[in-house]
């Protein structure tokens, strides 16, 4: 490997601008050498009106071949607009990452003809713009460009985990996966939050949260994971997500991922926690046998699958996961309070979230990814966009709810009216219970806070290619959520997106169709065909049909400030899940009971507060009856152990203290762990049992009181004796 210190190298007459990344970059691999680690070399710039030279610069980074390596090129849009590029090279010569930096507010880069370049010497590979602050002064241009370079490098450097090198993963699809990789984890810190590392391969039925069996390694799913482990008190579970971080690490073949005696010693750990919180089954038994061969031969894929078999068994429900999304969504709901808002709905992958962004300015171009059509975001300028990503595959993308203000004069349109965009799940339990119960209460929380709602039901093509069946799902979830539907149908608009260009005029006629032919089961769905009726008057002129790379978003952005709404939302609106997600949170909740009395009987009270706590704010969320009822019936049994243990523990002392007989020390033993255990529930019974339950001043004062019984029995024996005298 070559030395770091030379691989800055000159390679080219330079300008300032690469003079002045050199020296900074200097100065910061003094500072922090660990986290320049890699070659970086500096490019000579690029000038936008020499035609050549940008195809030219992007050949010879790829020439600079030795390991993995960065590449920056200056490139001058202008005399007084530069902006910066970055390419991540893998050991392999594949690019790993591609992107610009354009912190100029009034920028006139032409956007396009960069990428188009790009994509002649990197075909399939997509360069991505890294969302800086925008503002125009030209010497803070080049310093902003300078230090968001260096920044990107650092970060990359330094979060390890985003240098897979995929030795573990199969790859189906060859270099598709290196695009795929390219286009969902490089670039904008902004689009990559939430992608995927590596996704793990689907063994049973896919799910959305890190818990469930599909499921993808992002940086965020680890950070999560770490978070949650470390929160809690020792338990299997905590001992199972400790692990699945370890093993996710090592699929990923993170350098910084621990040896394997760390993780066979956690796993040996489980193994014991296991059997004290009487949790294992025969295929809990049988899954252990598994991992512990898989570990042993170091195939973590399959230990990690199995690993989060058993966190099912003992979680049906990922709590953490859950208050994460409720916690999110309560943010949305805090920022759109008394707002006036539309709320996109659709099925998984209909096109709600590329809709929103098309809407709000995003410029977006058509790719490939895993050989899936899709609309890559290559420019994304309105800040509140960051947490709403766009994914061609079929598990859903979007988690949580999430609003974006859109302000007109943003997107073209002179005037100073703004509009706050609502993105939504798909409304499946695809995602996973977590998602779905999160979303319930979100829709709830979210819109019930609201001035009013206009919904705008996203379609597309392939959901009128089943007949159909997809917005008839949307409508079982919708007439739950809005039981009176009828009366709210005037405010429903509609979105048809991936329609080809041939079958646009066709929709009316479509739908039509399928009208004039539905079943007599179909006919008698009342919020179904009231749905569908309507969808044929709104399309009766034209169909609002969306073409997000040409279209401009203005004129829907008009329809819709337009278009009536719902009033009071808070009493159209009420809260819905499916069944399968409301029996997972029943079937949790009595998990939650089981844990608690068997830690009380253990006098764990660490895990019986930790347990507890979650019980209370799930009751809080959901005021349920049932959640009450356990956690109130939790309480009685954890109050009445303690009374139990102290009515013991003072009986015998009793005992001993009226005989007079001696004490060993056994018995004093005996004495002080009954009293430990009720100094260990303090916590347990200052915040959830009250203070009227027995704690362990109770035994002092008792051992107090029974002592001075016996001072005072001795000393009216001793004035009877003087009295005899
Ligand atoms: N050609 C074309 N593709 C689209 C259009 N809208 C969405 N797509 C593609 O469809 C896929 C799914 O789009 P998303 O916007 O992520 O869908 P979503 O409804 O938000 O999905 P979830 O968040 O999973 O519920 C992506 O690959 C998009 O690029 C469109 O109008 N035309
Ligand atoms: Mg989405």
Known sequence: MSNPAETVNWLYQHENIENDILNKLKELRQ?????????IHVLATVH????????????????????????IIPYKVSNIHWIGVLIKFKADGQVERAEFIDPF????????????????????????????????NRKKNAELIIGNLLKAIEEYQLTNINDSQDKTIENPEGNNENNQYLVQTSSMKLQNQSKSLIEIPQVEQQSGSWSDEKSVITEESLRNMQKDFRSMPSC??????????????????????LDNNIVQKEFEYLKERLKIEELESKEIRNLLEEISINIKYENWKHSLISMKKIFKKISPLNIHELFRLIKKVNNTAHTI????IIFFLGGTGSGKSTTIHFLAGSKMIENKVTGLNHLSLVEINNPDLKHITTSPFARSETRYITSVKVNFDDVGRFTRESIILCDSPGFEDTSGPEVDIANGLGIVNVIKGCKSVKPVVIISYK??????????DLMYVLSALIPGIQDQIEAFSYIFTKFPEKERDTIHALINDINENLKEEEKSDRSFTILLKDILKKTRKCARVLDPINDKPGKIL???????????????????????????LREQITKHQLNIRSATERSDYDFVKYRLDQLKHLNDLFSQDYIEQIYNDCLRYISRHLFEEYEKGILAMKRYLMNQTSLNDEDIRQYQACMDHAKLAKEVRENHLGMEVVDSTAFIENLNQQLNMILKDLREKDIADMSIK
């Open 31 to 39: 500072q922090y050498p660990e986290h320049f680690r890699k070659p």
């Open 48 to 71: 936008d009106n020499m035609d050549a030279e940008w195809k030219q610069r992007l050949q010879q980074a790829k020439e600079q071949r030795n390991g993995e390596y960065f590449i």
């Open 105 to 136: 507010g009034t920028s006139n880069l032409d956007v396009n003809k960069l990428q188009k370049q790009f994509a002649d010497v990197y075909p399939g590979i997509i360069l991505q713009a890294r969302n800086v602050q925008k503002q125009d």
């Open 236 to 257: 299997s579970e905590k001992s199972i997500i400790c692990l699945l971080y370890y093993l996710s690490l090592k699929l990923i073949s993170n350098p910084i991922a």
């Open 337 to 340: 309070k008394n707002k006036d």
């Open 463 to 472: 959901s009128i290619g089943d007949r159909l069946q997809g917005l008839k």
């Open 558 to 584: 008009d329809e819709l400030a337009k278009s009536p709404a719902i009033h009071h939302p808070e009493e159209v609106f009420q809260f819905s899940i499916t069944k399968k997600s409301k029996a997972i």
